[in-house]
């Protein structure tokens, strides 16, 4: 009889990389003690930067939360996201006031406006300690065109209360606003069925 032990079969060399990968995650979630609000960004030229804010709304308001939300671009044409969360007008403030895509106003001076009136919303929002969740969807683009000042933004971001969580969405978010979030996904984009000449369709984009 051999003296060398048998090989462990498949199902065991799974068990053991299985158990090891569970060690080192557990002992990522014990170091992770810290608790309070987060920034989330999500940026990027792909599909799903909103659609993902607004699965973190639905999540919040699961959990109860109180939540607002306010929209800096959309607003010329109604959503599905908009429809079904107005059915929560005792937890969620919810507010659209964008004018609509800028090359469909073609009035810069109307479109800062509107972004100067958003963010005014928006700000009061962020200082309200009784707002658990802020959705600031497609703020990055009003901030791209400088239609409301990054600096500004960022400040009352910092000031706002400790246990609120923020998630602001929308292509080319700023280098200082990146590096202030906890986190960042940015959205690539692969493919899309509207470059096949497949128009907008509802429950997808709209």
Known sequence: MSDTPEQSGPEER???????KKELVDRKIARATIERGVLVVNTGNGKGKSSSGF??????LGHGFRCGVVQFIKGSFSTGEEAFFRRFPD?????VMGEGYTWETQDKARDIQAAEAAWKVAADMLADASIDFVLLDELNIALVKGYVDVAKVCEALKARPPQQHV???GRGAPDTLVELADTVTEMRLVKHAFQAGIKAQKGIEL
């Open 14 to 20: 799974h068990r053991e990389r299985m158990q090891r």
């Open 91 to 95: 937890e969620l403030d919810y507010h």
């Open 167 to 169: 998630v602001i969405t």
């Open 55 to 60: 699965g973190m709304l639905a999540r919040s």
